[in-house]
Structure formats: structure tokens, C-alpha cells
């Protein structure tokens, strides 16, 4: 999406030099910036996330090994257990 923003001169002008430095488009740079601020806003009133968070990656394997412990494990005898 192509928007319209405002940015200081010698704010532009670092951002400008530091997206060229890196080899990289000035809208990446910005892009990439304003994610980084975001994720930092999610985490902030939750900062457990900000490590724990990661591991979202995860989740399908979670899963599978969810259902192979309810598979092995859920059928438990319960006069066993008394």
C-alpha cells in the first residue's frame, strides 16, 4: 500500500544513509522498522511472550504429540488410580 508520511529532514536523511549502507530500498527500511516497533508494542504487556512467543512455530508438532498422549493416555483405568 502507498501512503503519505511526514518525516523530519535530517530524520530522513539518516534513514535515507542507513537504508543505502545496508544495501537495501528506503521503504524496506521503514517497513522493517515500524514491525519491529510493533512486535515490541505487542510484547510489552506481556513480556514473557517476547521469548515464549517464538515458539508459536511449534504449534503443529504440539499438536501431533497432543493427540499421541490422548491416544496412549486416555484411556486409563480409573479403578487403577484408587
Given amino acids: 500500500m502507498k501512503t503519505t508520511l ?3 529532514d535530517a530524520l530522513f536523511r539518516r534513514a535515507k ?4 549502507e545496508q544495501g537495501i530500498p528506503f521503504r ?3 517497513s522493517d522498522a515500524l514491525a519491529e516497533k510493533l512486535r515490541g ?3 510489552k504487556d506481556k513480556p ?3 521469548t515464549f512467543g517464538q515458539l508459536r512455530g511449534l504449534r503443529k508438532e504440539s499438536a501431533s504429540i ?3 498422549i490422548e491416544q496412549e493416555f ?3 483405568e480409573l ?3 484408587r
Fill in 6 to 8: 511526514e518525516i523530519p
Fill in 17 to 20: 544513509s542507513a537504508a543505502a
Fill in 28 to 30: 524496506k527500511l521503514v
Fill in 41 to 43: 508494542q505487542a510484547h
Fill in 48 to 50: 514473557w511472550l517476547k
Fill in 66 to 68: 497432543n493427540r499421541i
Fill in 74 to 76: 486416555g484411556h486409563i
Fill in 79 to 81: 479403578r487403577r488410580w
